[in-house]
């Protein structure tokens, strides 16, 4: 009576992890597949100025990245939500369009540092700018707007958008600098002529008996 070798299994398991690898990673495709379609058919929506459409499309590509994958895989998430951003930021929408960024850098820290979310703060922030009427603010905002043109400057120094903008941005700010230093100068140049000690008038005489 021969002894059952346990060796024989060894093929048979290896197959069973073959098949489910390949599996596994024919899964992995055709979810790639779709979301890449997917944000095709957004892409096309957009162009045709359809942006609910293409802002709903935008949304159901983003479902897949939740957890921990939108940490993993940052560059895709934040094609998605950047996306969304572009979208909202064209539809005149600010407030979305700034919750969505911070919703993105909540989600996946690192994607903060990327070129293209500096480049979406910076614009939101010069919109926010554009519709504020306090000085302040607007000063405000613009010097924020300036700081992330410069941080998007750092991950891709070759961009010419980036670029243009954040130059815009230091014209503006160097003009208000300028109006500020002649505003201070010709306040100035007004006070240098408030009198500081006054002409003594005619003098009362003493009374009477002060005098003598």
């Known amino acids: 009576m021969s002894t059952p070798s346990l060796g024989g299994s060894a ?12 599996l596994l990673i024919s899964l992995a495709l055709l979810g790639t597949g779709i979301w890449l ?13 359809n942006l609910e459409r293409a802002a709903a499309l ?21 094609r998605t939500v950047l996306a969304q951003v572009a979208l909202a930021y064209r539809r005149g929408k600010l407030d979305a ?21 500096a480049f979406w703060r910076g614009n939101v922030l010069i919109r926010r700018a554009l ?10 905002n613009l010097y924020a707007a300036g700081d992330q ?11 010419w958008d980036i670029k243009h903008n ?6 503006v700010l160097r003009q208000q600098e300028l109006d500020r230093q002649k505003e201070e100068a010709r306040i100035k140049s007004i006070l240098e002529r408030i ?11 003493p009374p009477p008996e002060k005098r003598g």
């Open 37 to 49: 379609l997917t944000l095709e058919r957004a892409a096309r929506a957009a162009a045709r100025g």
């Open 97 to 117: 369009a700034a919750a969505l960024l911070d919703k993105a850098a909540a989600a996946s820290p690192s994607l903060s540092e990327y070129a293209e979310f």
């Open 149 to 159: 043109y410069r941080k998007a400057l750092v991950a891709a120094p070759d961009d």
């Open 195 to 205: 009198r500081t000690i006054t002409e003594p008038g005619e003098r009362e005489p």
């Open 131 to 140: 519709a504020n009427e306090d000085p302040e603010l607007i000063m405000k």
């Open 58 to 78: 935008y949304a159901a590509a983003e479902q897949p990245f939740v957890g921990p994958l939108a940490q993993v895989f940052p560059a895709a998430y934040g």
């Open 166 to 171: 954040f130059e815009l941005v230091q014209y």
């Open 11 to 22: 093929p048979r398991w290896a197959r069973a992890a073959l098949v489910g690898g390949v």
